[in-house]
């Protein structure tokens, strides 16, 4: 059924920005970690999505006309970290100095970070204002039968 689907993709997208508000959270979070498990500062992670379905137009045109209901949406396909050089900072007295009296600290911008949540928090939005409306449409549907 068509509605469904409709509900699948905008939940599809709503999982994946949830994800994403997660990371810069974990990001804004460590911005000033200078030391991680692996010995150096944190790094900036990033969010990468993918269609769920990857298909032409032509193709979804020609499965849809044969009654072919599949799903499409967006997904998460990986979680990757930034690879950018690291800020040095001159503090001789921090623990983490090195010999010249700099710290490496985290590639993360605060301000990037704050920038990209406001972003996802629009397309969140978006999709709920999509799956209300959905639910407006079906409300309306089901008064048609009285």
């Given at each position: 059924m068509a509605f469904?689907?409709?509900?699948?993709?905008?939940?599809?997208?709503?999982?994946?920005?949830?994800?994403r508000m997660d990371v810069i959270s974990e990001n804004i979070a460590n911005y000033s970690t200078t030391k991680t498990e692996d010995g150096g500062p944190y790094r900036r992670k990033s969010v990468v999505y993918e269609a769920v379905e990857d298909k032409s137009f032509g193709s979804i045109l020609k499965d849809r006309l044969n009654g072919d209901q599949t799903t499409a949406g967006v997904q998460v396909s990986e979680i990757v970290e930034d690879p950018?050089?690291?800020?040095?900072?001159?503090?001789?007295?921090?623990?983490?100095?090195?010999?010249?009296?700099?710290?490496?600290?985290?590639?993360?911008?605060?301000?990037?970070?704050?920038?990209?949540?406001?972003?996802?928090?629009?397309?969140?939005?978006?999709?709920?204002?999509?799956?209300?409306?959905?639910?407006?449409?079906?409300?309306?549907a089901l008064e048609i039968g009285r």
């Open positions: 469904l689907n409709s509900l699948n993709i905008a939940g599809s997208g709503l999982t994946a920005s949830r994800l950018s050089d690291f800020n040095y900072v001159y503090n001789p007295t921090h623990p983490d100095a090195d010999e010249n009296g700099y710290v490496a600290m985290p590639n993360v911008d605060v301000t990037q970070e704050m920038l990209d949540m406001m972003s996802v928090t629009r397309v969140y939005d978006m999709n709920i204002n999509a799956l209300n409306a959905m639910k407006g449409m079906a409300a309306r």
